[in-house]
């Protein structure tokens, strides 16, 4: 049977496990946590849904990283929490979780694990570079998460307001997982039209679209705010992104992945639309950006580019991006 292992299982990991669940996506999953006695809880709660289930067999243990080497798939979730109140900027989290991703890098690496590792723990983008560059894994077995929440919340805004079902919409958000992402306005499509057929018609304006962009960076706090997490939103597309590597979809989501050459600041993780199958995944061809959009991706690429360095040279790791 397929084995997934998931380590932090908190809000966000116990979410991803029950959409897992709920997706059927049949496995042995191995729970790994700072806090045993809790992964041990989850593990037997989860049990507990899968028995009722008729159709599906997957299991649920608590373990250890040695339990890891023959996984297919690993999760990462964990994450040092907030030091106060509500977080105004995801990068506030970032010595902090460096210093643990590392640690669960090294604890990963030395488990002989061969898989593909998919990491939500935020700053998602750096710390999937950090990982990457401390496991020296190979970058398509390497995703963060990227801005799969960011397009999700895009679509759901524009579907509310021209009043058509989001999985109609095709289109993508690119570029960071928080305030620096950016939605390529000139690359989406609904239907067979483009968002200028919706602005000659006064459905939308320029105004509107302006807006968006800033409400999707606002989405994740003013949920954060309101219940202090987001979980089920990431939860249910990390179950989606491991349902199309192990049925080896080909599917395409915007997803934080390695940049390749092409792009001015290559080799930092950085959101993308890319193609997911069974052995991670493949780059589009080079997205072909209003130059203004290009400016702004070089620009946050760039910003975030510096600040892995920085966090690089601190855990006293040689940056490699080629």
Known sequence: MTKIGIVGVGAVGSSYLYASLNKNIEADYILIDAFTNFADAQAKDLNDAACSMIFNGSTFKAGTYNDLSDADIIVITASIKPKEGVLKDRLELLTDNAKLIKEISEKIKKSGFKGITIIASNPVDIMTSVYQQVTKFDPTKVISSGTILETARMKKFLSEKIKVKASSITGFVIGEHGARCLIPFSKMRIGLGSLKDWLANDTITIEWLHNLNQKVKDE??????????????????????????????????????????????YGIYFGLPVIIGKNGYRHLPKIRLEEDEQKMFDEYSGEIKKTLIEVLNHLNITPDFD
């Open 220 to 265: 994740a706090f003013e949920i954060i705010s309101g219940k202090g997490i987001t979980n089920f939103g990431i939860g249910e597309n990390l179950a989606i992104v491991t349902q199309s590597i192990l049925n080896d979809r080909q599917s395409i989501f915007s997803l934080g992945v390695r940049l390749p050459k092409e792009y001015k600041h």
